[in-house]
């Protein structure tokens, strides 16, 4: 979809907002790893001419990317996921002492809930760290407002800005106010070892540096139009930001607030002005207590996570029960229905997902999995159950090598780590070097769907094609994998079970590191279209061994009257899996495949 270049008015989510709001700003960089709920940006970045927008192989060569972008003079932007700041928290926080050129902007996403993430940490503490400016929108309109303000206040006390959203902010909708776009000032890049070389002695200087402009942010954090005082009720008073502050005032409009959307350096003076106008004092935040902790630091009395939840997403409900004496009224009772029990279905893979022959697999040989971050993730999951450890990116070779040397012979020949194409190019290539150079022994099978498949069909190098769709190299996993120093490389399609399983086992046998690829597109890429090969059902033969239910695909169900295996044709791609692994031979696929 074409953006909206010119002013007006425009439905935009959060992570569109931040986009448009970048734009405005003359952006001309932006960098990033794929991450729910964060991935928007990028791509939104992307539909802007003007704007040169690409996937970095990792959330640390996005931001040191973007970094040196920033040094060059152009205004730049990097986006990730909480978690994904983890992996750039090295160049960030060194970001922090030396400062800028054009204007640099770090956006984190959190996930409070866990809806995509293994973890629920709160990345504001990342700012106070860091020694960073924070902006925290409470809507689309002031994500893209703090966007834009975030480049102009990076460039006035010369810092990196971290702008936090949350996945409510990053996914709703709101209407926002366009503008038209600024370019920035040309700037260039000028030699500065003092300011741009970081070692020991002018780190030193630096810090100082840095110190005297928190100061001078705190000072700015008090008057900034950012953070507001709200009149209401002076018997209560909320603290808030982001977007617990659009909760508060659903539950307590009457209340008087102090609304921060800058909240890193703490505005002391203002929140000290705020509280002697109200009698009981509230902070309202989602996960840790990261503003309650200065306030109470002040020395000011306060409600917050002592009633306030700090486990999961907050919502109005949430807020009612924990403070329901401070509502204007008891909330309106809601119709009751009747109680429905709903069957319980984990998620799954896709119908025609290259990946379910692998799992369906290691669970039958019965081997150690340690896993990794992707839509594969659900290997864990049953009926597979063959993933045994899911930690973060990359780490599928790394705990691999760990079990090899806790355990030593007792796991040769049962170890296998699995990961995707763009996981094992994010931080596996590491891990297998590691495991040659420490004489591991175990199978890394890497699962090549040609796609970041789980945040959306994002490319990577291994895909062939730009962040904007421009072919260009296409890495050979095969070739890594050898320059890494594995000598067994082996690649099959995984929907060929029988070349697979005698691939595992090879691999699982050798007495030195070996790699496996499995190479398929996924099946909802699009322009793929797979072999056209009919799977039948032959309901006479079926016996209800259940041995293809194991297989774990949406389209393969048990007829409720009789037991037996029933195809849903609406699902069925028509892959051939359960094919190959029906006994009595009731499911056949017209391409001559084995049964």
């Known amino acids: ?64 990317t973007a970094l040196g972008a920033c040094y060059g003079g152009a205004r730049a932007l990097c986006a990730q996921k909480h978690v994904g700041l983890n992996v750039a928290a090295d160049p960030f926080f060194t970001a922090s002492y030396t400062g800028v050129n054009g204007g640099f902007v770090i956006v984190s996403a959190d996930d409070p809930g866990m809806h995509s993430s293994q973890n629920e940490q709160d990345n504001r503490f990342y700012a106070r760290m860091a020694k960073v400016p924070l902006f925290e929108p409470s809507s689309s309109q002031e994500a893209k407002d703090m966007t834009a303000a975030a480049f102009l206040l990076s460039e006035q006390f010369d810092t990196p800005v971290l702008l936090r959203t949350t996945t409510r902010i990053s996914h709703s ?139 999961g997403e907050l919502n109005p409900d949430i807020l009612a029960r924990a403070l329901p004496e401070f509502t204007v009224a008891p909330p309106p009772a809601r119709v009751t229905m009747p109680s429905v029990e709903i069957p319980v279905r984990p998620p799954v893979l896709c119908p025609g997902c290259p990946h379910r022959g692998v799992f369906f697999l290691l669970r039958k040989l019965d081997v150690h999995v340690t896993g990794d971050i992707g839509c594969y993730s659900l290997g864990a999951l049953p009926p597979h159950h063959a993933m045994h450890t899911i930690v973060c990116m990359g780490a599928a070779i790394t705990n691999a090598l760990g079990i090899e040397k806790a355990m030593h012979e007792k796991v040769h020949g049962k170890l296998v780590a699995v990961l995707g194409e763009s996981t094992f190019i994010h931080s596996g290539i590491t891990g297998l070097i590691d495991t040659v150079y420490n004489q591991g022994r175990h199978l890394t099978i890497i699962l090549d769907n040609s796609i970041t498949a789980m945040t959306g069909h994002q490319h990577n190098p291994a895909s062939g094609y730009t962040l904007k769709g421009k072919p260009t190299h296409r890495l050979n996993l095969a070739k890594i994998c050898e320059a890494a120093g594995v ?28 790699v496996l690829i499995t190479k398929r597109p996924c099946i909802l890429l699009k322009g793929y279209k797979p072999e056209q090969h009919v799977v039948r059902l032959n309901r006479v033969k079926c016996v209800k061994c259940g041995q293809c239910w194991k297989a774990g695909c949406p389209a393969i169900e048990r007829d409720p009257v009789d037991g037996k295996t029933v195809i849903n044709a609406t699902l069925c791609v028509h892959c051939g899996v359960c094919a190959r692994i029906c006994r009595p031979g009731a499911i056949t696929q017209d391409n001559g495949g084995q049964s």
């Open 173 to 311: 909708e709101g209407i926002v106010t366009l503008g038209p776009r600024q370019e920035a000032p040309a700037r260039e890049f000028t030699r500065n070892m003092a300011k741009y070389c970081v070692l020991p002695s002018n780190a030193r200087q630096l810090h100082v540096k840095v110190e005297e402009r928190m100061k001078a942010l705190e000072d700015w954090a008090c008057t900034c139009p950012w953070n507001r005082i709200e009149k209401g009720d002076p018997a209560v008073g909320i603290i808030t930001s982001g977007i617990s502050y659009a909760y508060a005032r659903e539950v307590f409009p009457q209340a008087s607030y102090l609304k921060l959307g800058f909240t890193n350096p703490f505005p002391a003076k203002l929140v000290r002005e705020f509280a002697a106008t109200v009698k009981t004092l509230i902070v309202i935040e989602e996960n840790d207590p990261f503003l309650e902790e200065k306030v109470r630091a002040l020395g000011l009395a306060c409600i917050g996570k002592d009633r306030i939840p700090i486990c």
């Open 487 to 514: 000598k067994h490389v082996t690649t099959v399609d995984p929907f060929d079970l029988k070349a697979l399983e005698a691939a595992i086992k090879e691999g699982l046998a050798a007495p030195e590191p070996s």
């Open 1 to 64: 979809m074409e953006p909206t270049t010119s002013p007006g008015r425009a439905v935009l989510s959060g992570n569109a907002a931040i986009a448009r709001g970048a734009w405005e700003a003359g952006v001309r960089f932006a960098a990033a790893y794929p991450g729910t709920p964060s991935t928007e940006i990028l791509e939104h970045c992307g539909t802007y001419p003007e704007i040169d927008a690409q996937w970095a192989v990792n959330e640390k060569t996005a931001l040191e």
